[in-house]
């Protein structure tokens, strides 16, 4: 059993990683900007105000946690990495940091050629912020992170939306994982299985993962 926080656990992702530990039975802190506005997570979930840009909430917060799962949004494109800079650089000053896993984009993901989706012509501008800023925190991680140990996951580029949980899929690092007609499809209800399982059994310390059917 693990003491898990997940931070930004109102949002879609968020809810239902925290709601897919707390089944296994960890012990799950939904941290939030607004309790109020979490409701519908399932008993037992504990919910606390709590910021991933805050120094001070991340202090806090690690007193009693193993995990931090980060799973924001709805910010500016620095909110991302600001979210990756605060964390990496309070909790490398504690003694026994929590372990920190990255809810991240699909975008910076590799196509067949070898370049980010991101960077494609046709790829769309409202998703652009959002992307550029995920892109920023795993480059962060990636150059910037010595002290703590941290994850990165990458759902699919393109086929990722809320559906059914079959506790199934396969994982890859840096390009997306695709079946025999090219598609690269995950559920929301999976990757929160994939990123249990990872705490579980950590198999990608300090590296990006991917999963997908």
């Known amino acids: 059993m693990s ?10 992702a968020g809810s ?23 409701s519908y997570l399932p008993p037992g979930v504990r919910t606390v105000t709590g910021d991933a840009t805050s120094a001070r909430s991340i202090r806090e917060l690690a007193e009693d946690a193993d995990v931090f799962v980060v799973a924001i949004g709805g910010g500016e494109r620095e909110l991302w990495r600001d979210a990756a800079r605060t964390l990496v650089d309070t909790l490398r000053e504690l003694p026994d940091p929590p372990r920190v896993i990255h809810v991240g984009g699909g975008a910076t993901l590799l196509t067949p050629k070898g370049t980010r989706y991101l ?8 998703y652009r912020d959002s992307a550029e800023g995920q892109a920023d925190a795993l480059e962060f991680y990636r150059s910037s992170a010595d002290g703590v140990t941290w994850t990165y996951v990458s759902p699919p580029p393109l086929e990722f939306h809320p559906g059914e949980r079959t506790g199934h899929y396969r994982t890859g690092t840096d390009h997306p994982v695709t079946d025999a007609q090219g598609r690269s499809v995950l559920t929301y209800e999976d990757l ?22």
Request: aromatic share 8%; proline share 6%; no cysteine.
């Open 16 to 38: 239902r990683i925290a709601a897919e530990a707390a089944e296994r039975g960890h012990r799950v802190t939904a941290a939030v900007r607004r309790p109020e506005a979490t």
């Open 192 to 213: 929160a299985v994939a990123i249990v399982d990872e705490i579980e059994n950590p198999r990608f310390g300090n590296a990006r993962f991917t999963a997908a059917y």
């Open 3 to 12: 003491d898990i926080v997940v931070f930004g656990a109102g949002g879609t």
């Open 119 to 126: 960077d494609e012509p046709d790829f769309p501008e409202e």
